[in-house]
């Protein structure tokens, strides 16, 4: 597959290997929908409606189980930490959306903030899966955060290998990906590519039906337009729900129909995140249960276990 996008690439991709003075930037793409982007609840405390800030960070920070491998977040004075050897670039906002609120690309260091909202109110996956790997690596690292609320890779992340028409979403995907590598002006390499999405396809039937053959075609498109063969794929689990006993329930099939589909995919691994599911009584937005409630240790401990598990399918 040869597209006029993946013709753009080349030359970028090809720069990435000439030796150079600098040390190549690792970086890692992190791709989905709403969990992605970040609902996290950073700081958010009014009674009514953010439960008294009840699972906010600066509430897990003291109260959670997670309490002790939260605090790098802050410094010792209290202010929420930066990495300058962990960068990311997220262009928030729905660009097919012209009655949506669209914010200016997000650049810089790794810190609370990089969501949706455009300040440091909300967190997602990015902040302690930056951290993990910027602790593992002594090369930059810079974090290509790409993703928006309330898509199906069915129809709007549909990749070209699917039948149908590729999604408007798939290929504003691989756009930002492109823009952020020019933009980056350095000798790269494309390390990992993270996925955490789910939601619009696990309530159809129909998207069920097709999201293991779709995942697959997905990782095989996404590889072939950064010419990365190999190019290690991570998937989030869809736990919003944590336990289901149920094996019926429409998100319990989802979620097999994740495993099953990661696993007929190459170098890639699937990440159980339903554990990090915290009680909507605990959480910031109780009725929210699409988005985790809003709860800021579930996405600290999605971003850890993603972190995790990139680095395990690296070596």
């Known amino acids: 597959m040869k597209s006029l996008l993946h013709l753009f690439l080349l030359p970028l991709l090809a720069s990435s290997s000439v030796v150079a003075q600098k040390p190549k930037t690792k970086v890692f793409i992190l791709a989905g929908q709403s969990n992605m982007e970040g609902q996290g609840v950073v700081h958010f405390d009014h009674p009514k409606s953010y439960n008294s800030g009840k699972g906010n960070l600066v509430w897990s920070l003291e109260n959670s189980k997670s309490a002790p491998l939260m605090k790098h977040l802050r410094d010792k004075n209290g202010k929420w930490v930066q990495r300058n050897d962990v960068t990311i670039s997220f262009q928030a906002g729905d660009p097919f959306n012209p009655k949506g609120k669209k914010f200016p690309v997000r650049k810089g260091p790794l810190t609370v903030g990089y969501t949706v909202y455009g300040s440091n109110t909300h967190i997602g996956p990015e902040l302690q899966f930056g951290h993990i790997i910027g602790d593992h690596f002594q090369e930059p690292v810079l974090l290509i955060k790409t993703a928006w609320g309330g898509k199906s890779l069915y129809k709007d992340f549909r990749p070209p290998s699917s039948k149908g028409q590729t999604g408007t979403y798939y290929t504003r995907m691989m756009q930002e990906i492109t823009t952020a590598l020019k933009e980056l002006n350095q000798p790269f390499e494309i390390t990992a590519f993270?996925?955490?999405?789910?939601?619009?396809?696990?309530?159809?039937?129909?998207?069920?039906?097709?999201?293991?053959?779709?995942?697959?075609?997905?990782?095989k498109d996404v590889r072939a337009q950064l010419n990365q063969p190999n190019l290690p794929f991570i998937v989030g689990e869809l736990g919003n729900s944590g336990k289901i006993d149920n094996p019926n329930r429409s998100e319990a099939i989802f979620r097999k129909t994740q495993k099953e589909g990661t696993q007929k995919i190459p170098n890639a691994i699937f990440?159980?995140?339903?554990?990090?599911?915290?009680?909507?009584?605990?959480?910031?937005?109780?009725?929210?249960?699409?988005?985790?409630?809003g709860n800021a240790e579930s996405y600290f401990l999605i971003g850890d276990a993603l972190g995790k598990a990139t680095l395990k399918l690296l070596h």
């Open 194 to 219: 993270v996925w955490q999405q789910g939601w619009n396809d696990m309530v159809s039937e129909s998207a069920r039906k097709e999201y293991a053959d779709n995942l697959v075609n997905l990782a």
């Open 271 to 293: 990440v159980e995140t339903a554990h990090f599911s915290r009680p909507k009584n605990q959480s910031p937005n109780p009725s929210h249960g699409h988005h985790w409630f």
